[in-house]
């Protein structure tokens, strides 16, 4: 079940430039078709012509404050989404302030999700059908799969996912 945890933790942070380039490759073809509308609307109201140069010049333009602004998005999601490694489980939380904590003992399964160039382990604690992401796109990876593997009991199923 979820409790909180007992005993001071070990917290980590994900990697900011990972999810720097993960927000800048998700964002760029919504970019691409907000800049194909937009010049689109514009030729129609307004007798421009609509050409590819124009829908590229739009494009760059967003392009380039989508990227100017994701390095802040992407610290904002580590510093404020920490995850947690405690002695009876771990803890990992989102960005509205919600906190997940697992006890090691009540996770029944686990699995590797990757998504372009970010990975997590999803644990699924005993009676709950969501699970709780943990990121494996850490500075200090190593230190946290150690944390991991000197608390979580032997055969535990997230101990198979620590790649």
């Known amino acids: 079940m979820t409790t909180s945890p007992s005993t001071e933790g070990k917290q980590f942070k994900s990697s900011v430039l990972s999810m720097f380039i993960f927000i800048v490759v998700m964002g760029a073809p919504a970019l691409l078709c907000a800049a194909v509308a937009v010049c689109s609307r514009r030729s129609h109201e307004i007798g421009l012509p609509f050409d590819l140069d124009s829908i590229l010049s739009v494009f760059a333009r967003m392009l380039l404050f989508h ?9 904002m999601l580590s510093t404020f989404c920490p995850t947690t490694i405690f002695s009876d489980g771990i803890t990992t939380q989102s960005l509205m302030g919600d906190e997940r904590f697992v006890r090691w003992q009540d996770i029944t399964r686990a699995r590797t999700f990757r998504f372009l160039n970010l990975k997590w382990i999803l644990v699924y604690p005993a009676g709950e059908r969501k699970a709780i992401q943990v990121p494996l796109f850490q500075p200090r990876k190593a230190e946290f799969i150690q944390e991991i593997q000197r608390f979580a009991p032997p055969g535990n199923p997230i101990l198979n996912h620590l790649r």
């Open 67 to 75: 990227t100017t602004l994701s390095p802040i998005g992407a610290w």
